[in-house]
Structure formats: structure tokens, C-alpha cells
């Protein structure tokens, strides 16, 4: 009897000392989850406050529109790459092309991370859910000589600008645990009259979701075409009706210094 007593007592603490362990490895991997978890969060936390600053420090560097002659800002960022990659900006008539401008694009990216500087156009996110945070300097009057959504003059002539500005340089700039770099432009204007037309603008582009919609806001009607068969895709939009077209280029000469 008391061999049994003794028995039961002992097995009862074995249950114990193996329960409590499994609780213990229980809690664990609970924590190393949640730490885990709370990581992931604060990094990706960290990734959209990087992107928010280069997209704040691109909207203060680069200002085509507004500077002339030598222009200078900085970017900074905690982890990324920063690059210029070829794009360009075609203005379309009802005969063609009348006007090609590469213009480039200054890109920062991190993991999903990224903002770009593209035809003055600040767009930001990845390239299947990017918005236009800073629009392009693309100005279009309500008159175009057939009437528009927006309920212009219908026998007026409208008038369609298009600034192009044009980056010339070269980036390649990379860095991790904080980078800064400072961006000199030297700017200059350049304006030619196209005359009377149908217009369309076509943005060479790797967020074509982004600049559709962006388009489309404008009244304009919205196709994709790969002009120089580079497998890039252009966001081609038509402005309804007759319209006096400018284009304006903004010549923005690129130096990047590191620190």
C-alpha cells in the first residue's frame, strides 16, 4: 500500500516536471514569435519612413520648374540603392512623334521599397501599387476645339505644356546602416512651339498603374505602347481636341557627391 502511495506521489511529479516543460517550450516559441512578429514590424515601419524622407528629399533637390542655374539638396536614407535609369518622354501629334526628350529617371529602392523622380513626377511604392505623390509639370486648358469632360469652350482652341525635365548624369549610389547624399543641378529652360494639334503625351515608365490613373484624372484617354521595343512600356495619353502645344524642356545637369 505504501509502495503504491509512493509510486502515484513520484508519478504525479514526473507529470509535473514534463508538464511544466512543455509550458516553458510553449512560452518560448510564443516569445520568439512575437519578437519576431514586433521585428517585422518595426522594420517595415523603418522602410516606409525611408521611402516618405527620399520622396520628401526628392519633392526639395530636384526643382526644374521653379530653379534656373545651379540648384543643390540632399537625400538620406538608412538602407537602399540610388540609380539613374534611361527613360524618355515623347510628345505625339496626329502625324507621330514631334518631340522625344530623355529624361530619365532618379530611382531609390529598398527590398519592395520605392520612390522615383521621373519627368518631374515624384511616384512612389512598387511598381504594382505606386502612386503619384508629386504630379508632372503637364498643364492642359479646358478649350481643345471639340469640347472636353470638363465642359470648356467647345469652339476654343485649348493649350497643352508639357515640361520634360531632363536628367544628365549618372548615379549609382548605395548604402546601408544611414547614407546621405547631396544632388547639384545646374538648370536651364528651353521652350518650342508645336503648334496647332491632337496631342498625346507618352511617359516611358515602370509604374504604368500610377501614371494611368494619374492620366485619366486629366481627362485624357489612357494607352500603353513600347516604343523602342526595349520591353519598358509607355503610358501613352490623349488629350481631346485641338490644342496649342509647347514643350518645355528643363535641362537639369546631375552631380552626386557622397556625405
Given at each position: 500500500m505504501t509502495r503504491n502511495t509512493s509510486r502515484s506521489r513520484a508519478d504525479r511529479a514526473q507529470s509535473n516536471v514534463v508538464g511544466v516543460?512543455?509550458?516553458?517550450?510553449?512560452?518560448?516559441?510564443?516569445?520568439?514569435?512575437?519578437?519576431?512578429?514586433?521585428?517585422?514590424?518595426?522594420?517595415?515601419?523603418a522602410a516606409a519612413a525611408d521611402s516618405a524622407r527620399v520622396a520628401a528629399d526628392f519633392d526639395a533637390a530636384l526643382e526644374p520648374v521653379e530653379a534656373t542655374g545651379v540648384h543643390r539638396?540632399?537625400?538620406?536614407?538608412?538602407?537602399?540603392?540610388?540609380?539613374?535609369?534611361?527613360?524618355?518622354?515623347r510628345v505625339l501629334n496626329e502625324s507621330g512623334v514631334v518631340g522625344t526628350v530623355r529624361?530619365?529617371?532618379l530611382v531609390f529602392t529598398a527590398g519592395d521599397r520605392r520612390v522615383a523622380f521621373l519627368a518631374g513626377a515624384i511616384v512612389r511604392g512598387p511598381p504594382d501599387n505606386a502612386v503619384?505623390?508629386?504630379?508632372?509639370?503637364?498643364?492642359?486648358s479646358r478649350g481643345g476645339g471639340g469640347g472636353d469632360r470638363e465642359g470648356g469652350d467647345p469652339?476654343?482652341?485649348?493649350?497643352?505644356?508639357?515640361?520634360?525635365?531632363?536628367?544628365n548624369g549618372s548615379?549609382?549610389?548605395?548604402?546601408?546602416?544611414?547614407?546621405?547624399?547631396?544632388?547639384?543641378?545646374?538648370?536651364?529652360?528651353?521652350?518650342?512651339?508645336?503648334?496647332?494639334?491632337?496631342?498625346?503625351v507618352a511617359v516611358e515608365t515602370a509604374t504604368p498603374s500610377a501614371w494611368r490613373r494619374y492620366f485619366e484624372r486629366q481627362n485624357a484617354t489612357v494607352t500603353a505602347r513600347d516604343f523602342d521595343g526595349d520591353g519598358v512600356e509607355s503610358?501613352?495619353?490623349?488629350?481631346?481636341?485641338?490644342?496649342?502645344?509647347?514643350?518645355?524642356?528643363?535641362?537639369?545637369?546631375?552631380?552626386?557627391?557622397n556625405g
Open positions: 516543460a512543455i509550458l516553458l517550450g510553449v512560452v518560448v516559441v510564443a516569445l520568439g514569435s512575437l519578437t519576431a512578429g514586433i521585428g517585422s514590424v518595426v522594420e517595415e515601419n539638396g540632399r537625400v538620406s536614407f538608412t538602407d537602399g540603392e540610388l540609380r539613374t535609369v534611361e527613360r524618355d518622354l529624361t530619365d529617371a503619384v505623390r508629386t504630379p508632372p509639370p503637364i498643364t492642359v469652339d476654343s482652341t485649348g493649350v497643352l505644356v508639357v515640361g520634360a525635365p531632363a536628367l548615379v549609382a549610389v548605395s548604402g546601408s546602416g544611414g547614407a546621405s547624399v547631396s544632388l547639384r543641378t545646374t538648370v536651364s529652360h528651353e521652350r518650342t512651339n508645336l503648334g496647332n494639334g491632337t496631342y498625346r503610358v501613352v495619353a490623349a488629350y481631346p481636341g485641338e490644342r496649342v502645344g509647347y514643350l518645355v524642356v528643363h535641362r537639369m545637369g546631375l552631380e552626386v557627391r
